[in-house]
């Protein structure tokens, strides 16, 4: 095969344009400027031949290669997402590159506090004599998830360049507003006609995951008992002090994501708020199995119950809100897969690791949808932070395992 990667001149490109998403907007996209970046790659995607690329009024842009074989292949789809994290600034991203990196912390020529550290990122220990890409330390860099949008584009190209690399149709499918929950919400599962699908969404070179956390939100909502503070006595319940009675309630050396990895789930407070005589409490319920989310749901009405028991004349609601499942549930019955994705990281020159996520991607939801879903690595690191970095190497070995996977579908078929 000939590979002319051409992914980090378009990871560059793609990284100064500000796609942060807006939990706080009803609108879909979230923010306008998602769409400056799909307009953006549908008219790069017509200009390296797919002709039906387009943005729809929701700012998910659809695409598709056409099949170059006459076998009956399944009609593959290659996802990432366009926003990048509300944690931190996307504005004003100004990408560095470390040549031929040699082992050492990288402390970053923006803001000389912010380093990427040997210590916080192992992952280094695989890098050297490598180019890694950061921001300047005032930003997060957007390698979450751009550059698997660079890599999907990447390997778009090889494709069309290339008619004697057989494949069957393949789709190319980029969303908005993944970071803040609603990456598929409006995603139009009949047009896109997709078969299976993989979301270029991982972290080292070799992976793919094909398992997820499953996933509950859970509001409380207290009425407190209001009284004038001159002549309160024997009389308020403030909703506040309830709340910050149930937080403090909680385990304090397990069951947080602060003291659990691996296969631990964990009850996370994400926001308080209110007044003397309503509050809210929002928690994020995370862990493999529905056992466990059930569990620490459980957990959470009992501290409620014993806290209530101090105020009688207070009421506490507890509302549970599904978010996502566990997607090996669903990739679990189609082997064919995993197995396929994992000899294209081999025909990249990688050792593949199969392993689980310790959180979501779009590939949660799309694989309960009817559109079973792994996550391939895209070689980001340190997302969501202002120490983000990927390395070139990593995302040239992404397009090649792009580009190996939708042959060996059609090898295969």
């Not at 956390?213 to 207290?222: E, K, L, Q, Y």
Request: a negative charge; charged letters at 25%; aromatic letters at 6%.
């Amino acid at each position: 095969m000939i590979f002319k990667h051409t992914v980090t001149e378009r990871f560059l490109r793609y990284v100064v344009i500000d796609t942060q998403s807006d939990p706080t907007s009803s609108t879909c996209p979230s923010t306008d400027k998602q769409k400056d970046f799909g307009r953006l790659l549908v008219r790069e995607l017509q200009e390296i031949g797919v002709a039906d690329a387009h943005l729809d009024p929701h700012g998910y842009v659809y695409a598709t290669i056409p099949a170059n074989s006459s076998k009956q292949v399944p009609v593959i789809c290659f996802c990432s997402h366009m926003d990048t994290s509300p944690d931190c600034s996307g504005a004003n991203v100004k990408p560095q590159i470390v040549r031929d990196y040699r082992g050492n912390d990288i402390v970053l020529c923006g803001d000389q506090s912010q380093a990427i550290r040997i210590a916080d990122n192992p992952a280094l220990a695989d890098q050297v004599g490598n180019d890694i890409v950061t921001s300047d330390g005032t930003t997060l860099l957007g390698a979450d998830n751009k550059a698997g949008v660079a890599e999907i584009m990447d390997a778009a190209q090889v494709l069309l360049a290339n008619p004697q690399i057989k494949h069957g149709t393949i789709k190319i499918l980029f969303t908005p507003d993944e970071e803040i929950g609603r990456g598929v919400d409006k995603v139009d599962l009949k047009k896109l006609g997709a078969d299976v699908a993989y979301t270029i969404d991982g972290e080292t070179a070799g992976h793919i995951e094909d398992e997820t956390f499953s996933a509950d939100g859970a509001v409380v909502t207290i009425e407190g008992v209001s009284a004038h503070p001159g002549f309160a006595k024997g009389k308020m319940e403030h909703a506040i002090k309830i709340a910050s009675r149930i937080v403090e309630r909680l385990p304090k050396d397990a069951c947080s994501p602060e003291t659990t990895a691996g296969r631990e789930g964990f009850l996370h407070p994400i926001g308080i708020s209110g007044t003397l005589e309503r509050a809210t409490l929002s928690f994020i319920v995370r862990d493999f199995t529905e056992a466990g989310l059930k569990e620490k749901e459980v957990l959470l009405e009992k501290i409620i119950r014993d806290v209530m028991e101090d105020f009688p004349q207070s009421t506490c609601r507890l509302e549970i809100q599904p978010q996502y499942r566990n997607m090996k549930q669903i990739v679990e019955r189609h082997p064919e897969i995993v197995d396929n994705a994992m000899e294209a990281i081999r025909r990249a020159g990688l050792t593949p690791v199969k392993g689980s996520i310790r959180g979501g991607t779009d590939g949660s939801r799309l694989s309960f949808m009817g559109l079973p879903c792994p996550n391939i690595f895209a070689g980001e690191h340190a997302f969501h932070s202002r120490t983000e970095w990927v390395s070139v190497q990593d995302m040239e070995a992404a397009v090649r395992t792009i580009v190996h996977l939708a042959a060996i579908w059609e090898e295969r078929a």
